[in-house]
T-cell receptor
Framework: ETGVTQSPTHLIKTRGQQVTLRCSSQSGHNTVSWYQQALGQGPQFIFQYYREEENGRGNFPPRFSGLQFPNYSSELNVNALELDDSALYLC?????????????FGPGTRLTVL | SQQGEEDPQALSIQEGENATMNCSYKTSINNLQWYRQNSGRGLVHLILIRSNEREKHSGRLRVTLDTSKKSSSLLITASRAADTASYFCATDFSSARQLTFGSGTQLTVLP
């Protein structure tokens, strides 16, 4: 157990809808990163939040957006869902440690877009 | 692409044997990390090796890093059926500390 929780566990949406995924970070961790993992692939970095500010973004369109709250929990929002958005969405929390940051992952949210 | 790549894509061994997985990457890194994932669940952090380190051990795990060849290896000794999982290497090369993952090695340990 990493202490990182995500909700919901599974989610089914239809194309064009919007979805919000939630992540609670490990106690004391001020950085949250989100990843998308398609079936059979490695996770791909979406973006990272550090102290409520976006601190880096991967190659994802603007319809992927996020928030981090004062308690360091985070949300991932995806608008105008597409079939290719079907994936496991993982969040990870960490604390900057000067080059030895370890990211602790939650169990993920499985999103299916029909 | 700056993504790391694992080799082999799949590995099947008998319980008790050693398993070796390799990872290659393309850019200078801050550190390299290995993760395990059981059947579509969350990733479990195994070990982190910094760019100025050459070898690290953790229990039955041994990781090496060769920055001149931009490669790393993960050795699991005396494998067990419970080691069956996908193993990913992830490189940290940016100031944002984002991780770039390879596509993983699927390890199957037969009892």
């Amino acid at each position: 157990e990493t202490g990182v929780t995500q909700s919901p566990t599974h989610l089914i949406k239809t194309r064009g809808q919007q979805v919000t995924l939630r992540c609670s970070s490990q106690s004391g961790h001020n950085t949250v990163s989100w990843y998308q993992q398609a079936l059979g692939q490695g996770p791909q970095f979406i973006f990272q939040y550090y102290r409520e500010e976006e601190n880096g973004r991967g190659n994802f369109p603007p319809r992927f957006s996020g928030l981090q709250f004062p308690n360091y929990s985070s949300e991932l929002n995806v608008n105008a869902l597409e079939l290719d958005d079907s994936a496991l969405y993982l969040c990870a929390s960490s604390v900057p440690q000067g080059g030895k940051d370890t990211q602790y992952f939650g169990p993920g949210t499985r999103l299916t877009v029909l | 692409s700056q993504q790391g790549e694992e080799d082999p894509q799949a590995l099947s061994i008998q319980e008790g044997e050693n398993a070796t997985m390799n990872c290659s990457y393309k850019t200078s890194i801050n550190n390299l990390q290995w993760y395990r994932q059981n059947s579509g669940r969350g990733l479990v952090h195994l070990i982190l090796i910094r760019s100025n380190e050459r070898e690290k051990h953790s229990g039955r795990l041994r990781v090496t890093l060769d920055t001149s060849k931009k490669s790393s290896s993960l050795l699991i000794t005396a494998s067990r059926a419970a080691d069956t999982a996908s193993y990913f290497c992830a490189t940290d090369f940016s100031s944002a500390r984002q991780l770039t993952f390879g596509s993983g090695t699927q390890l199957t340990v037969l009892p």
